[in-house]
């Protein structure tokens, strides 16, 4: 008598691999916007959606979402996939630049914290974001002048 328990242990095994590939998929919503500096686009800096959690938890709030300014500054955020959006919800939005791509701003753009929180909520064209970088304050404008 032939054993059908590997069988099983295959199917089974495929069953649960299929489903974990997105076992902590959040509802997305489409996600843009444009980065500025003193009024004028900022192409090439990363801009990241970072789900923020609500109040104290500190349950997972889901995966956070990236893009990258094209040369007019503007971004669409990917989460899952290119172009997908951000989970819906609040998230902390976080810029950066790499050194390649420095661009001509008095921002401080080492700043690695928080830039600002924003909300992604459900339906198309609701998700627009502009991001101003604010300037570099006089005072790490001369700790920068001294390097």
């Known amino acids: 008598m032939k054993s059908n328990i590997p ?9 649960f691999l299929s489903g974990c590939s997105d076992f902590e998929k959040f509802p997305l919503a489409p996600v843009t916007g444009i980065v500025l500096c003193e009024g004028e686009p900022v192409p090439y800096v990363q801009v990241h959606f970072h789900p923020a959690p609500e109040g ?3 349950a997972v709030v889901g995966k956070a979402g990236y893009g990258v300014t094209d040369e007019k500054g503007a971004f669409h955020i990917s989460t899952y996939k290119p172009g997908d959006g951000a989970i819906i919800g609040k998230h902390e939005i976080r810029i950066g630049v790499s050194r390649s791509t420095l661009p001509d701003c008095p921002a401080d753009l080492s700043y690695t914290g928080v830039w600002e929180i924003v909300e992604v909520v459900k339906g198309k064209g609701k998700n627009e974001f502009t991001f101003t970088l604010p300037k570099r304050n006089p005072r790490q404008q001369l700790v920068l002048n001294n390097d």
Not at 7 to 15: C, E, K, P, V
Request: proline share 0%; hydrophobic share 65%; no cysteine.
């Open 56 to 58: 104290a938890s500190t």
């Open 7 to 15: 069988t099983f242990a295959i199917l089974l095994a495929t069953l």
